[in-house]
């Protein structure tokens, strides 16, 4: 099981970025899929989830109207489109598989059972 996040970049504020989870080993169809963040000196957050159904998705208050998340399933891949990024934005971020129903992925991020490694956003003013 394995989850390799791509797209991340420094780019300047009001910038936009499509993050990529490419997932081997098993496919979104059967987990729900989240990607966090955490910025230097903070508590790693949950930015937004969507369900394996494909019909429920939550995201953070913070991120609400800038982020919206797709897949590919023949690519077996989970998209984070972000646009109107801040300084705020600027953090290291992780896709995230879980069984758990996105309401409590968004709660806490002990439900997660696989991580990917991470790709560092910047968003410079």
């Known amino acids: 099981v394995q989850l390799v996040e791509s797209g991340g970049a420094e780019v300047q504020t009001g910038g936009s970025l499509r993050l990529s989870c490419a997932l081997s080993g098993f496919h979104f169809d059967n987990w729900n899929i989240a990607w966090f963040r955490q910025a230097p000196g903070k508590e790693r957050e949950a930015v937004s989830c969507?369900?394996?159904?494909?019909?429920?998705?939550h995201y953070g208050n913070s991120v609400k109207g800038r982020f919206l998340t797709s897949a590919d399933s023949a690519e077996n891949t989970v998209f984070l489109q972000m646009t109107n990024l801040k300084p705020d934005d600027t953090a290291v971020y992780y896709c995230?598989?879980?069984?758990?129903?996105?309401?409590?992925?968004?709660?806490?991020?002990?439900?997660?059972?696989?991580w990917g490694r991470g790709t560092q956003v910047t968003v410079s003013s």
């Open positions: 969507v369900a394996r159904s494909g019909n429920d998705e």
């Open positions: 995230a598989a879980s069984p758990s129903q996105c309401v409590v992925v968004m709660a806490t991020e002990r439900s997660i059972f696989h």
